[in-house]
């Protein structure tokens, strides 16, 4: 059984070019997302801002590691890292890349998301907790936003 | 007294923590796949049949032990050891959870690139 990492694929029935916007424009990530990031992506930096979301109050940060045009966008991050008291910047981030691919249909998308068996101890509770408090509601958000645009 | 990370309490998830890198090698897998097969094994029945040598199975044995993943109870001059399942269930659950976290984000961005662009607002 793999615990490092998880990867998801999906179809998106959109250009490859849309989907990089959505993905690299730190505005449009942000929407679906569900954060409000105060700078762009920038090769090598790291861009951060608050989740947006009810019942969350926290600041969501990830350097870019890789951005080749339209193929792959990869970040690094700390997945949970809710508690304001602890520097999370000490511990190894898992890396997510986001793949594309042009289909006949749009775009393949591939997000792999790796480092899992380096989350220190404590994070996986944390995650649980902030689970509860509701990535479901956080769904539904985005979902009414998009809804309305 | 001031170090709080050590003092999760027993089977919580903070206390597992080491259970992910236990699971991150190729011939603990290999154990658990044996193990979990059923039944109670030594040592030298593991290494029968692997490439491994029994001090190299030992000490995945011995790593497996300290996450709970298997239990060694010795019979005689023999360590026999079984299998313990309920610390892969939790590892299963976070990953769960994240592959859900996923789903979800993944579900917003189909809609956003799907229904976003090209609508004008009337």
Known sequence: MNTDSIEKRIELKAPVPRVWRALTNHIEFGQWFGVKLESPFVLGKSTAGM??????????EAVVQKMEPEKLFCLAWHPF????????????????????EKIPTGTLLTVRESGFDKIPAGRRAEAFRMHDNGWT????????????? | MSQRRDTAPPGSLPARAPLFSALGDGTRLQLIGSLSRGGRRSISDLAEGSRVTRQAITKHLRILEEVGLVR?????????????????????????????????????????VEEAPAKEPD
């Open chain 1, 51 to 60: 989740i947006t979301h009810p019942g969350f109050n926290h600041r969501w």
């Open chain 1, 81 to 100: 890292s809710i508690d304001p008291k602890i520097d999370y910047s000490k511990e190894t981030p898992t890396l997510v890349e986001f793949r594309l």
């Open chain 2, 72 to 112: 060694g109870e010795r019979r005689g001059r023999e360590i026999l050891f079984r299998f313990t399942p309920k610390p892969i269930d939790e590892a299963r659950a976070f990953l769960d959870l994240v592959s859900r976290r996923w789903d979800e984000a993944l579900a917003r961005l189909k809609s956003f």
């Open chain 1, 137 to 149: 509601d956080q769904m539904t958000n985005i979902e009414d936003y998009v809804a309305k645009a």
